[in-house]
């Protein structure tokens, strides 16, 4: 069975640029979480998808991060435009049960670099 | 904030030697999981202790929880130089809808 599979898994791109990172959750999870870790801080989560729907979406900095599940299978980060201290690395994770806690399975990540 | 903080934030251990790495959280939490990253890759699940439970094995690994402390600790026994790598406790807090806080995490070194 694959795991989380991300893409990209590096990208560079210029102050003011948008760039959409695509996450493939594994098949059959109806659950799938955005984090990202920025420049040595902690890992923090972004936004909880169950199937289509934004469960949580607490996390997300601001109006220039927009994320989309399309049909409950793979999610989209886009970020537009973004900035510099949008750098770090994303992760995709995703989890089978619904309303009660389980694994979180990681893909590994996309590093962005803003310059 | 419901942040956890793991202790130490480096250790350096010969192969062959046990590691033990620390977690502390701050608010009630339905499970505790503690994942792996080597270096420049993705998050790995090692482990999970739910609120209810007190220790757990999984191989050379054995987690503690002490939900009357807040506290988790992950024991690593028999290290080897593949156990390179971070070491990040997760907790899922109650009322917080599934999403996982991290601690700051532990860089474990095992050397030859």
């Known amino acids: 069975e694959a795991g989380v599979t991300q893409f990209p898994s590096h990208s560079v791109i210029e102050k003011g640029q948008t760039v959409t990172l695509r996450c493939d959750p594994i098949?059959?999870?109806?659950?799938l979480y955005w984090y990202r870790r920025v420049m040595g801080k902690e890992i923090k989560f972004l936004l909880h998808f169950v199937k289509e729907s934004k469960q949580d979406e607490s996390g997300m900095p601001n109006n220039r991060f927009l994320a989309e599940r399309t049909g409950g299978t793979y999610s989209t980060l886009k970020v537009q435009p973004a900035e510099l201290e949008d750098s770090g690395v994303y992760f995709c994770a995703s989890s089978q049960v619904t309303g009660y806690p389980g694994e979180q399975y990681f893909g590994p990540g996309t590093r962005l670099t803003v310059t | 904030s419901q942040q956890g903080e793991e202790d130490p934030q480096a250790l350096s251990i010969q192969e062959g030697e046990n590691a033990t790495m620390n977690c502390s959280y701050k608010t009630s939490i339905n499970n505790l999981q503690w994942y792996r990253q080597n270096s420049g890759r993705g998050l790995v699940h090692l482990i999970l202790?739910?609120?209810?439970?007190r220790e757990k094995h999984s191989g050379r690994l054995r987690v503690t929880l002490d939900t009357s402390k807040k506290s988790s600790s992950l024991l690593i026994t028999a290290s080897r130089a593949a156990d390179t790598a971070s070491y990040f406790c997760a907790t899922d807090f109650t009322g917080g809808g599934n999403k996982l806080t991290f601690g700051t995490g532990t860089q474990l070194k095992v050397e030859l």
């Open positions: 098949s059959g999870h109806d659950n």
């Open positions: 202790i739910r609120s209810n439970e």
